[in-house]
């Protein structure tokens, strides 16, 4: 079965940086795109950040552009979201997710607090 495990969560204060990143195994995933998502208490999980599966095609939330860079190592199966300039608003739990028909696939989750 697919699995994702993101890791490099953790406490900063406003202005720092965290580099985030996704093992993934159990599929072939060279040929899948990869997404990071967040998700805060009490609202919607939201899209941050996508990739092709060749590291073209990047794609981000306005929220996050120009502070956020996706990226990915196909031979170490990883997908990284380097996270700079965060802001207190960046407070979320962030999931890696890839799409494999029929289904949405997602890791556990690591917690990012930003205080301010």
């Known amino acids: 079965q697919v699995q994702l495990v993101e890791s490099g969560g953790g406490l900063v204060q406003a202005g720092g940086s965290l580099r985030l990143s996704c093992g993934a195994s159990r599929f072939t995933f060279s040929i899948y795109a990869m997404s990071w998502y967040r998700q805060s208490p009490g609202k919607e999980r939201e899209l941050v950040a996508t990739i092709g599966s060749a590291g073209g095609s990047p794609n981000y939330s306005d929220s996050v552009k120009g502070r956020f860079t996706i990226s990915r190592d196909n031979a170490k199966n990883t997908v990284y979201l380097q996270m700079n300039s965060l802001r207190p608003e960046d407070t979320a739990v962030y999931y890696c997710?890839?799409?494999?028909?029929?289904?949405?696939?997602w890791g556990q989750g690591t917690q990012v607090t930003v205080s301010s």
């Open positions: 997710n890839t799409f494999i028909w029929p289904y949405n696939y």
